[in-house]
C-alpha cells in the first residue's frame, strides 16, 4: 500500500515538472505587423511601391518594377519577415545598393532584370535559402561568378538572358537538382557547354535563343527525360541537330524559328508525337515532306509562315482538323487556296494574311 502511494507521488511529481511545454500558437506567419513593420509599409507605399500582404496583414510581395528605389528602402525591405516576392525589373539598382537587402531568409522570387546588379551580387544572392525563381536580363553576370549560386537547392528557375555566360562552368551548377527553367536567350553560349546541361536531370524549359549553337550537342542530353519546351529559334541548329531530339519523350513545346533545318529535317520533326505546339517559321522549307507532320495528333499550334509553302503542300495539312491554330502567312498560299482547305478545318483558326504588329 504504502509502496503505490509512493508512486503516485513520483508521477504527481513528474507531471508537473515535466520539460514540455505546450506547443506556441502563434508564428511570424500569423503575428500582427509590428510598429516597425508598418512604418515599412508606409515607405514603400509613399515610394510607389507596390504590395500584397498575407490574411494576417504581413506584406509577401514588394513591387518596384521600373520605379525609383533608394539604398535606406532596400534596408528596410530586407527586415520584412513573410517577404516571399522581390521584384525590381528595370529599377535603377547597383550592387552596392542590393547589399542593405541583406539575405531574407523567406524570399522565393527575386526579379532583378534590367537593372545593375551584377555578377559581383551573386555571392550574397547565393545565401537566399528560400529562393526558387531568380531572373537577370542584360545585368553585367559571366560564367565564374555563378558558382556562388550552387548552394540554391531550392532553385527551379534561373533567367540568365542577355548576360555575358557562355555556359563554360554550367557543371559547377550541379547541385541545383530542382532546377526546372534555363533562360540563355541572347547570350554568348557556347555548343561546347550544352554538356554542362546533364546535370540538371529536372529541367522542363530551356530557351537558347539566339546563342552561339548549332545543336548537336543534345545527343549528350538524352537523360533530360523531363524536358517540355525548347527553344532554338534564331540560332544555327540544323538537320543533323533535330535528329537527337528523338530522346526527348515528353517535349511538348519546339521552337525552330530561323533555324538552318531544310526539308529533310520535317520527317524528323514529325515523330516527335508528343508536340502540341511548333514553330517552322522563317526556314528553308515547303511542300516536300509537309504531309508527315499529320502524325502529330497532338499538336494545337502550328506556325509554317515565311516558308515556301503553297497551296498544294497546305491541302496535305488537312486531315489536321485537331489543329487550333495554323499559321501559314508571308508563303505562296493564296486566298483560294487557304478558303478550300480552312473549309475541310472547321475547327481550326487559320492565318494566311500577315498582319504586322503594332
Not at 117 to 139: D, E, H, T
Not at 241 to 256: D, G, I, P, Q
Not at 272 to 287: K, V
Request: with cysteine; charged share 20%; aromatic share 4%.
Amino acid at each position: 500500500m504504502r509502496s503505490l502511494f509512493l508512486l503516485a507521488l513520483v508521477l504527481l511529481f513528474a507531471g508537473c515538472h515535466s520539460s514540455e511545454t505546450p506547443a506556441s500558437t502563434s508564428s511570424v506567419a500569423d503575428t500582427a505587423p509590428t510598429q516597425d513593420q508598418l512604418a515599412t509599409e508606409a515607405m514603400i507605399t509613399n515610394a510607389g511601391g507596390r504590395i500584397e500582404k498575407d490574411g494576417a496583414g504581413g506584406i509577401t510581395l514588394v513591387d518596384f518594377a521600373g520605379k525609383p528605389i533608394d539604398a535606406n528602402l532596400m534596408k528596410r525591405i530586407g527586415t520584412l519577415p513573410r517577404l516571399q516576392k522581390l521584384l525590381l525589373r528595370g529599377c535603377p539598382l547597383t550592387d552596392d545598393m542590393f547589399a542593405k537587402l541583406g539575405t531574407p531568409a523567406s524570399v522565393q522570387v527575386l526579379d532583378l532584370r534590367e537593372t545593375s546588379v551584377s555578377g559581383a551580387s551573386l555571392q550574397q544572392i547565393g545565401k537566399f535559402p528560400a529562393l526558387k525563381n531568380l531572373q537577370f536580363r542584360g545585368n553585367a553576370i559571366s560564367d565564374n561568378q555563378l558558382i556562388y549560386l550552387a548552394g540554391l537547392s531550392n532553385l527551379k528557375v534561373l533567367g540568365l538572358d542577355e548576360t555575358a555566360v557562355e555556359g563554360m562552368t554550367l557543371e559547377q551548377l550541379k547541385g541545383l537538382k530542382q532546377l526546372e527553367e534555363l533562360f540563355l536567350f541572347g547570350t554568348p553560349f557556347r555548343e561546347a557547354s550544352l554538356p554542362g546541361l546533364a546535370h540538371l536531370p529536372k529541367l522542363k524549359k530551356i530557351r537558347l535563343r539566339r546563342t552561339l549553337i548549332n545543336g548537336h550537342g543534345l545527343e549528350k542530353l538524352d537523360e533530360l527525360t523531363a524536358l517540355e519546351d525548347l527553344d532554338v529559334s534564331e540560332t544555327d541548329f540544323d538537320d543533323q541537330a533535330v535528329e537527337h531530339l528523338a530522346a526527348f519523350k515528353n517535349l511538348k513545346r519546339l521552337n525552330l524559328w530561323a533555324t538552318k533545318i531544310s526539308n529533310d529535317a520535317v520527317p524528323k520533326v514529325a515523330e516527335i508525337t508528343s508536340l502540341e505546339w511548333l514553330n517552322l517559321d522563317r526556314n528553308a522549307i515547303g511542300d516536300v515532306y509537309i504531309g508527315e507532320l499529320t502524325n502529330l495528333e497532338n499538336l494545337a499550334w502550328l506556325h509554317l509562315g515565311s516558308t515556301s509553302l503553297s497551296d498544294e503542300g497546305l491541302m496535305q495539312l488537312a486531315p489536321m482538323t485537331h489543329l487550333k491554330n495554323l499559321i501559314v502567312t508571308r508563303t505562296a498560299v493564296t486566298d483560294e487556296g487557304a478558303a478550300k482547305v480552312a473549309a475541310k478545318m472547321p475547327e481550326t483558326e487559320l492565318q494566311h494574311i500577315y498582319v504586322p504588329e503594332n
